[in-house]
């Protein structure tokens, strides 16, 4: 049983930094961030392959339009997943989902995508506000 808790939202000014946290329990072979603000459909922000013994084990995507001011890791234990999100902007405004999922034959080419997805977390708040 694959089961993901997420903590470390919050509110922050425009520029500054959060990080979200994502316990996790059971195997799987990959995770991921996502967000889903009001009104929008929800996104794939960032993605790790966790599952050691393959060639793109630590390997992470991004969406493009956090490249450069977020990174996802994973501690040593494989316990705990992050999202370390610097420089944010108003935009980041979002509810913050952590996912993980077994299908690691897509993961290359859909490392972003929710579909790929089987398990999921409850969500926690990010505001940014100007």
């Known amino acids: 049983q694959v089961q993901l808790v997420e903590s470390g939202g919050g509110s922050v000014q425009a520029g500054g930094s959060l990080r979200l946290s994502c316990a996790t329990s059971g195997e799987t072979y990959y995770k991921g961030w996502f967000r889903q603000a009001p009104g929008k459909e929800r996104e794939g922000v960032a993605s790790i392959y966790t599952a050691g013994g393959r060639a793109v084990y630590g390997r992470t995507y991004y969406a493009d339009s956090v490249k450069g001011r977020f990174t996802i890791s994973q501690d040593k234990a494989g316990n705990t997943m992050y999202l370390q999100m610097d420089s944010l902007k108003p935009e980041d405004t979002a509810m913050y989902y952590c996912?993980?999922?077994?299908?690691?034959?897509?993961?290359?080419?859909?490392?972003?995508?929710?579909?790929?997805?089987?398990?999921w977390g409850q969500g926690t708040q990010v505001t940014v506000f100007s």
């Open positions: 996912a993980a999922g077994s299908t690691p034959g897509d993961w290359v080419l859909s490392a972003l995508r929710s579909a790929l997805y089987n398990y």
